[in-house]
């Protein structure tokens, strides 16, 4: 299998190390690569920017070996468009023209290269929709009014994105039904129609970072992430609500760690935006818990995020809210809470262990996701 992978409007990261906590998705992409490479056996061409500070991953001998051993097999094409894969698999981004990448002293806007190497290709093509980013599909077929090169309408009418291809939009939302009716409906009749959706589980690899169970963390129950989902503004998406009635309580000791306008709270720490991505594991293994909870427009879509899954390899237990459609699937009912006062008794349960025990609840509930590896891809990317 040849996959050709191009990142939309947002540059390729490939180190979780170092990856931007602003920008999702490498906490994916580091697995997901190794495993098409290494478990797999595919090959692997990346035909959008990647960061300077990641080529080297590619390319040095004196990368650690193991863990980056995967990209050493990775194929980095800025000249040329995917014509002889099987599948071009892009990953959502956002439809900014503006942001670019340097190739041969110019600047490359990331949006521009994606409609180029979309409009060359032929075959399957599958936009990996991971979080609420959806692909732009509203703007085929509008005419322009403007010259601008940089314009993306003008970008849209250059090409055709569905002449010789079937597109899927993969994803983790477990209320296909709903996300499709308050995110896709709109959609031309003509252009829905010709749009594939499959739910796929979130997975994780055995690259991750992995730690285990914090004999004294700081902390009781710790949520990172920013007020606005996937920073979007849209009506039903700021967070606040939720983290109000888990974690700013003087039941148990709460911290918020990420972007926040927000900072009125009577009981929980605000510790700031802080770190890189690839942190985030650390600060969870700093506290014994968190609450996987979130806006309440995507709760009722049913999104599995990469949260409960770093928050587990953390090292840490994993609770969520109840009220998140479908969280039943992937969190056992022991676990799920409705308020603090049942967050409190679950902490001090919890608490009591032992270390060991504590391991084998890590293990018990990592055990409800699969691994990357696991997923029939010969099946979805057919």
Sequence with gaps: ????FIRFGLPCELNLDTASINM???????????????????????????????VPLMRSSLIDSNKFRWAKKVKYNLKQTPTKEDVLFIEMGVPNTLYSYEHDNKEISYVKRTLECINDFQGKVIYYQHGILPFPFELVGQEPTSKNELNLKVMFSKVDIFKDKSWTILHHFQNQQEWLKDEYSKLQQD???????????LCYSNIDPFYDPNSNPEWDCVFIGAQWDSASTSKGQDRTDEIKAFYDTE???????????FKKWKHLKYLGHLGFHGDAY???NNSFSCVWTTSQKVKRWGLIPTRPIMVIRAGSLCLADKNLYGVENVIGDSYIVSNVEEV????????ALNLGERKLIQQAQLEKFKQWKELNWTEIFS
């Design 191 to 201: 252009i829905f129609s010709k749009l594939y959706f499959k739910f796929i589980p």
């Design 24 to 54: 999702l998705g490498t906490e994916i992409r580091q697995g997901l690569f190794k495993s098409w490479i290494e478990d797999l056996g595919y090959e692997l061409t990346i035909y959008s920017g990647i960061p300077k500070k990641d």
């Design 344 to 351: 409190k008794q679950k902490l001090d349960i919890y608490k």
């Design 1 to 4: 299998m040849k996959i050709a």
């Design 251 to 261: 039941l148990y000791r709460t911290a918020l760690i990420g972007k926040w306008d």
């Design 282 to 284: 650390k600060y969870w």
